[in-house]
């Protein structure tokens, strides 16, 4: 056992603290942790019923302020559901996962924002991990959310091919970007022309991108992250042009691969599912305001060139 916050289990009333399992970094991946919280139905100490998660992008090591993303957000977010109830009309599959059954085995990556098949080779190492320590026959059901949609299905499907038993019945995916993930371009075009402001008096700086505040430095190494130019369909670049090369070769390799083949495959969209428009076009989506103060001597050459007494950022870009 490792200390933790005291976190509420998934549909149940009782609390409790994860095991934590470490994987070292490797030249495979960037290494992460297995965080484990046993059914309430399971007092044997070993996994008997795994539900393995794989996390979606997880933006904490580059955005100040923003906190790791872990299982405790995963037993929060779900305690209200507590059953997942997958019926098709018809009645050709019915199944019911109720999350309070289950060993819960959640993947918190090192590096959320990594190569989306580096933590695939991550997450195929909690796989293996689980099968091994699993107690009894009991197939496993395998859960991405959102980026890990992408990196639970490779793992999967890298599995088979490379001739591994996962032993999975079930993979879910929700609200994964199997085709890839839109960003506005002009909310993507915003940070990119605070990435390269560049202001000058009489060919003295007076204001940098590296004087931006590291909330703007955080959005612009989030749009350079490995895991964002494989997802992003439109990526801005600092001149302001398209750069969809990753996309599209991750997106080729992705296709190529395709779904697992030894598991049912269920998707599930977040969405109102009933076409509602969210907004209305052309409606502002983003305000960046940013005030910077000017130095001793950038205000003496204030007094000497006047007009800079103040500078204040900002731009509101529309969809």
């Known amino acids: 056992m490792v200390e933790g916050v005291p976190t509420l289990r998934s549909s149940s009333s009782y609390y409790t603290t994860p095991i934590e399992i470490p994987i070292a970094a490797s030249s495979l991946h960037s290494g992460g942790k297995i965080q484990i ?39 929060y977010a779900y305690q209200d559901y ?7 009309p018809g009645g050709n599959l019915k199944n019911q996962i109720d999350l309070s059954q289950y060993d819960i085995v959640y993947l918190d990556y090192k590096n959320g924002t990594d190569d989306i098949k580096r933590n695939a080779k991550l997450f195929e190492q909690v796989i293996d991990t689980v099968n091994a320590r699993k107690s009894g026959s009991q197939p496993n059901v395998v859960m991405g959310l959102s980026m890990g949609g992408l990196v639970a299905r490779y793992a999967l499907r890298s599995m088979e091919v490379a001739g591994k038993d996962h032993q999975t019945w ?22 990119r022309q605070l990435e390269e402001l560049d202001l000058k008096v009489f060919f003295v700086k007076i204001l940098s991108a590296a004087d931006v505040s590291s909330n703007l430095k955080g959005a612009i190494n989030l749009l350079n992250s490995k895991a964002a130019k494989q997802m992003l369909i439109y990526q801005v670049t600092k001149d302001m042009t398209y750069d969809n090369s990753e996309y599209t070769a991750f997106m080729q390799e992705y296709d ?3 779904f697992p083949q030894q598991c049912q495959n269920i998707a599930i969209a977040d969405g109102n599912g009933i076409g509602t428009q969210v907004f209305a076009p052309e409606v502002g989506l983003i305000s960046i305001n940013e005030n910077y103060t000017l130095k001793w001597w950038m205000e003496t050459l204030n007094i ?3 007009g800079l007494s103040g500078i204040t950022l900002f731009t509101n870009y529309p969809l």
């Open 170 to 191: 079930k993979f879910i995916s929700v609200d994964a970007p199997h085709k890839g993930a839109n960003v506005p371009v002009s909310v993507q075009a915003a940070v």
């Open 37 to 75: 919280v046993y059914a309430s139905s399971n007092t044997t100490g070993k996994l008997l019923k795994p539900l393995i998660i794989a996390e979606g992008f997880d933006a904490s090591g580059i955005m100040p302020g923003i906190p790791n993303t872990d299982i405790y957000n995963f037993l």
């Open 82 to 88: 507590g059953t997942i109830d997958f019926t098709y």
């Open 304 to 306: 000497l060139f006047g």
């Open 256 to 258: 190529n691969l395709g």
